[in-house]
């Protein structure tokens, strides 16, 4: 018999651990107040199925009742997952116990039910008959229906910690006369990750090498793992980026993977670190930048090689940051640095084309009085405004941008409607300003949008002052200031798309009639193939009706 099982306790003071749930279970027996169904929920090998099967030989007196044994009926949901083997064990419990005071199903891994075996279940859980009394084991209770879990008494049982292993594993090693030292225990349950079977397993699997005396590095080499000199070595090494021969051929004759080597290289250190040794700290982040990355590392060479490149950047990126932050420690986000001269690209259109968009956007108007930061915002507006690379709906935007404050390096810019605001608050373009301004601000900002009063200082969209002329003509001739107005922004914006033309020609209406709630004519756009023009330069053709309320 496995030693698992010869050494499974049989009482609750036998069970290492898990001491709240044996004081619930306990009183509940001692005050007679059984619950109709449990429901033990833990990690794999920390005693749900030895205390259910515990707390069901006490409800049945077992001790001094052997033949009520026969009331205890164990099913494994892992194999009988279907709802057949459920209306079976249905049919079981409306017949009442022979020996017994209860009736007692133990269902382990009960979350392995499939979902119509489940809702069966359910049936009986809602109306048990007063003799029945269910204990449920899992390890995964979020797999379990809504409604069979509200009808459940939980217990969580939480995993072994080092001490309570290594102690179990004393009193067995002791049983089984087998000279073990306590480093070699400390190893086994380490490996175990808190689960006492799997402890139990790996020292008897240690057995069965029939040595005189087990110690730390006998232990660790039988159990495939790396002595703690070796890795200390290695870490030692890492950090001087010194790396022998005699060493890598050390660590080749393990046999072990890349991969393996890492994570018990990182355990190593992060034990180290916990009892207060930072000596290899440094190493920590670039070995869990290595493991997350999931890479196909086989060879020991390579794992060096990785971990020596990975350190070298974070080196290298420590000292820019480093340089960065003295930097700024030196202009602050108030000061801003100097801003270098853009060029702007040659362009063959007229000059009063060209600079109609440049003209707007020099006559953005402040909401408060110029000082140094609002000034140097103003001017890289303008400039990001003139490069090509800048994102087209941000160019349409710009000349409409109000700075209202800057004040705790937050800059808040204001538009005329919400549509810009919903535009200026997306995500990328709010994450392109942001970096940009930061970049040749030489800070960290935050950005703000925000929709302008109707009495805030709106600037001029266009500032032509043939176009005023025009506008005062044609006052209430809206079908041909929006025609003109659409060509001028075909001429201004280049591929000018839909969208593009209609919020320009918008923007550009009286408010009496931006406030209606009526539809409004804008009378018919010029084709922008008549005049040799191509389509595709269009994202779509311009509709001859715009509504909107």
Known sequence: ????????????????GQTLVKSVLQNSLIRNKIKHAYLLNGPKGVGKTTIARIFANKLNDIATKPESRIDIIEMDAASNTGIDDIRQLIESAKIPP??????????DEVHM???SAMNALLKILEEPPTYIVFLLATTNPEKLIPTVLSRLTKLNLSAHTEQDIISRLKFIAEQEKLNIDEASLKIIAKRSTGSQRDAINLMETLSAYELDTYNKNNTA??????????????????IQKKFDTNLISLLEKTGMDGESVLIQLLEYLLDKSFTGDETFDALVPPIASLLESKLPITSVSAVLALLQITMKNINSQSV????????????????????????LPEISQPEEVVTKVEKSVKNITFAQEFHSTTESIAKIILELSKETSSPPIFKMLAPDLIIEKVENNIITFSVTNGIFVAQLGSEKLQQWLKDNLNQRLGGSCTIKVEQRKSNAIKPQVFESEEIIKVEKMQKNEFKNEAVYTVKLIEKTIEKPSKDDIFYKVYDSLPEEIKNSKVPIYLGEIPDPTEKGGKEENWDSHVDDMFEFE
């Open 1 to 16: 018999m496995a030693w698992y099982n010869t050494y499974r306790p049989q009482t609750f003071e036998d069970v290492i």
């Open 98 to 107: 022979i020996s017994g005071k209860f009736k007692i199903f133990i269902i």
């Open 113 to 115: 039910l499939s979902k």
């Open 221 to 238: 080499e039988l159990l495939g793992l790396l002595p703690e000199e070796l890795l200390n070595e290695i870490s030692k090494k890492i």
């Open 320 to 343: 820019s940051k480093f340089s960065i932050q003295n930097d700024r420690s030196q202009q602050p986000f108030d000061q801003p640095q100097p801003i270098k001269e853009i060029k």
